[in-house]
């Protein structure tokens, strides 16, 4: 067999092997890490009570408070029927015996089902400007925010991963269109974005499946874009 004939077969089998390699690329979503703000807020009903001194604030019951990492001293938006909101800070955690005069004001005014009889903590949040066009007993719901972080590198949630050896994403070249496994820090998640304090930096590319329970990625293989996240 002559020279060109082998150079035709190593060709043929070359593209037979890209074929291969494309027909198995599993699709996936790409997304580019960018610098931005992330929050952790946890969202609550309440109920606008008038203090002593003749000021408004917002109260809420909330059995899981620990859970929910509500502490005094946090920053806090008030938001009113008609969507008109209003700075506040957590000033107070009381516990409260269930069933109690001021839960059970706090319940009755609320739609049904929203807390338990459990619910024995009272949480207060008192703006930090005054409020007017709100009445006692109207009702508002009031965002605490947890945790928060301006400047952060964030990516989608979706695309971080964990394994016995801690979170992961899977990094994407466009070059080689194939994705390499990169264990990272996570910081801030709220569901939606994380943040990623160590191990990618502006710009990297990381890729995760269109469906997480379907697919299975591993380490050097090809993939298929199917959409870029922004």
Do not use: C
Not at 10 to 18: D, G, I, P
Request: proline share 3%.
């Amino acid at each position: 067999m002559g020279e060109i004939g082998v150079l035709i077969i190593l060709a043929a089998v070359f593209s037979l092997k890209s074929f291969i390699d494309t027909k198995k690329a599993p699709d996936v979503m790409l997304s580019t890490a960018q610098t931005g703000e992330i929050s952790v807020s946890h969202l609550s009903h309440a109920l606008m009570l008038l203090s002593d001194t003749g000021s408004l604030y917002a109260a809420f019951v909330d059995n899981d408070f620990d859970l929910h990492s509500i502490e005094n001293g946090l920053s806090a938006i008030i938001t009113s029927a008609d969507e008109r909101q209003f700075v506040a800070h957590i000033q107070a955690i009381r516990s409260e015996e269930p069933g109690s005069e001021i839960t059970s004001r706090i319940q009755a005014m609320l739609p049904n089902g929203i807390y338990s009889s459990a619910s024995n903590y009272v949480i207060y949040a008192v703006p930090t400007q005054s409020i007017t066009g709100m009445n006692e007993n109207d009702t508002v719901t009031v965002e605490t925010v947890i945790d928060y972080a301006t400047n952060a590198l964030i990516i989608p949630s979706a695309a971080l991963f964990s394994d016995e050896n801690g979170d992961f994403v899977w990094k994407y070249s466009s070059l080689t269109k194939r994705i390499k496994k990169v264990y990272v820090t996570a910081g801030i998640n709220n569901g939606a974005n994380v943040q990623i304090t160590e191990g990618l930096k502006k710009n990297d590319s990381v890729v995760y499946p269109e469906n997480i329970e379907a697919a299975t990625l591993s380490d050097n293989q090809k993939v298929n874009i199917l959409q870029n996240i922004q």
